[in-house]
């Protein structure tokens, strides 16, 4: 089993970035596919990014690509979210997620392991 925790959100205006990153512990996240997602008040939780195991490929939500990449870091057992351009829709919580099996997937359903989330505030 694996526990994952995120940081590195907070409060940020229109146009600017922030890095979140996604720790684990117990298990080494190279043997998981990886999914950012974000949930705002009064909406259903959705994918924003995700990254495979095996080749490092890396797919995103229509809303945020060409704005945030996601990447891997094995040696620091950590996933990171790089988020450029921000937009007020881009409040949320965000949360990383692990699933153990091999092909990417957008649906939450899939993934077994989730941190607690954090905040991210764009203001205008």
């Known amino acids: 089993q694996v526990q994952l925790v995120e940081s590195g959100g907070g409060l940020v205006q229109a146009g600017g970035s922030l890095r979140l990153s996604c720790a684990a512990s117990g298990r080494t996240l190279s043997s998981y596919v990886m999914g950012w997602f974000r949930q705002a008040p009064g909406k259903e939780r959705e994918f924003v990014a995700g990254?495979?195991?095996?080749?490092?490929?890396?797919s995103y939500g229509n809303s945020v690509k060409g704005r945030f990449t996601v990447s891997r870091d094995n040696a620091k057992n950590t996933v990171d979210l790089q988020m450029n351009s921000l937009e007020t829709e881009d409040t949320a919580v965000y949360y990383c997620a692990a699933s153990p099996r091999y092909s990417m997937s957008l649906d939450e359903r899939r993934y077994d392991y989730w941190g607690q989330g954090t905040q991210v505030t764009v203001s205008s």
């Open positions: 990254i495979r195991r095996s080749d490092g490929r890396t």
